[in-house]
């Protein structure tokens, strides 16, 4: 996040899901029949790792909270083009790197300010809710922008499981970091594990999606599989992926990027054209994976959910609290 390069500049090619899908079952085969080393570099990128066919496919239910008349962006785009600093600090390296990590056994600590700790298996928290299928807008800090069909259920669902105390206020996330399955890069600045926090109203909030899977299948593990957190009001690195622990806390948790920068990097960062990135504008952003004339379009406050979550910054100066 702290540096942009040129080289980041996505192709601005759309590959449509069905096509996508059409050539992974011709690769899936092609692999069986072990010519996958002459399919190309293209082709080896949108491979599975090692031992995973294809991924598993997720029943969903519809959602009223799902974004309409937005178009998503490309499969191909959501999973080449990824923020995941664990695995590497370049827009590719997680598409790259991130197949070494191991989604099960996986679960997710509870602890805190809880009436008692407790641990999620993850295919128990899989199955909690019904998943539904969440078309937000996603917006990074950086800039650029995607459309990305989520599919998981409200994160207030989880919270109630977790049976949190009426003295909870924030609750903090914390991502995996694994020297074993992940780069953990030096580079990156960060000091792992990567964490993320949110007040307990906006983590409450119905928007506010406990995350399984994209494009009605699990996780690509670049995206932060096996689960993460979306909140798409906010910029996306509110968002922490791949979730080992859950902590119900009564003050302000420490997040990485504002530990790391405050004054670039606020607590809140909720999606706002009017509050300039020190070093840049954010009253737009470049569509990722849109064609030319598309490729700018004008950041909406909130991202554009105003409607739904400017309540809950009532009397606050967004100015401030950026
Ligand atoms: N653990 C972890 N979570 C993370 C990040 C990260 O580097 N590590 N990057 C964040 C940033 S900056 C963004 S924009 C989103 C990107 O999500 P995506 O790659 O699925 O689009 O993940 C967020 N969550
Ligand atoms: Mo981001």
Not at 143 to 163: K, Q
Not at 166 to 181: E, G, M, N, Y
Request: net charge positive.
């Amino acid at each position: 996040m702290l540096t942009l390069k040129k080289s980041e500049i996505p192709s601005s090619e759309i590959t449509p899901k069905q096509t996508y899908m059409n050539r992974r079952a011709f690769m899936t085969s092609a692999a069986a029949a072990g010519v996958a080393a002459v399919a190309g570099e293209r082709m080896s990128r949108v491979m599975r790792p090692a031992g995973v066919e294809a991924a598993e496919k997720l029943t969903l239910v519809k959602s009223p909270l799902s974004t309409t008349g937005v178009t998503p962006t490309s499969f191909e785009d959501i999973t080449h083009y990824n923020n995941f600093y664990e695995f590497g600090v370049d827009k590719g390296d997680p598409a790259r790197n991130a197949g070494k990590l191991q989604t099960r056994p996986w679960s997710v600590q509870v602890e805190g300010l809880v009436k008692e700790k407790k641990t999620f298996d993850i295919d128990a928290l899989l199955k909690l809710k019904p998943l539904e299928e969440r078309v937000y807008r996603h917006r990074c800090v950086e800039a650029w922008s995607m459309v990305i069909p989520w599919a998981g259920y409200s994160l207030s669902e989880f919270i109630n499981a977790c049976e949190p105390l009426p003295s909870a206020k924030f609750v903090q996330f914390i991502s995996l970091a694994d020297r074993k399955t992940e780069i953990l890069p030096f580079e990156a600045g960060i000091s792992w594990p990567y964490q993320e926090g949110l007040r307990m109203d906006e983590a409450m909030h119905p928007l506010t999606l406990l995350t399984f899977g994209l494009y009605g299948e699990v996780l690509p593990n670049q995206d932060g599989a096996p689960v993460r957190v979306v909140v798409p009001w906010k910029y996306g690195f509110k968002s922490a992926k791949s979730i080992v622990k859950v902590k119900f806390v009564k003050s302000q948790p420490s997040t990485t990027w504002n530990d790391m920068s405050p004054q670039e990097y606020g607590f809140y960062s909720n999606v706002n054209p009017n509050v300039d990135h020190p070093r840049w504008s954010q009253k737009r952003e470049r569509v990722i994976g849109a064609p030319i004339f598309r490729q700018l379009q004008p950041t909406l406050m909130f991202n554009g959910y105003a409607d739904q979550v400017a309540s809950l910054y009532t009397g606050m100066d967004l100015k401030k609290n950026f």
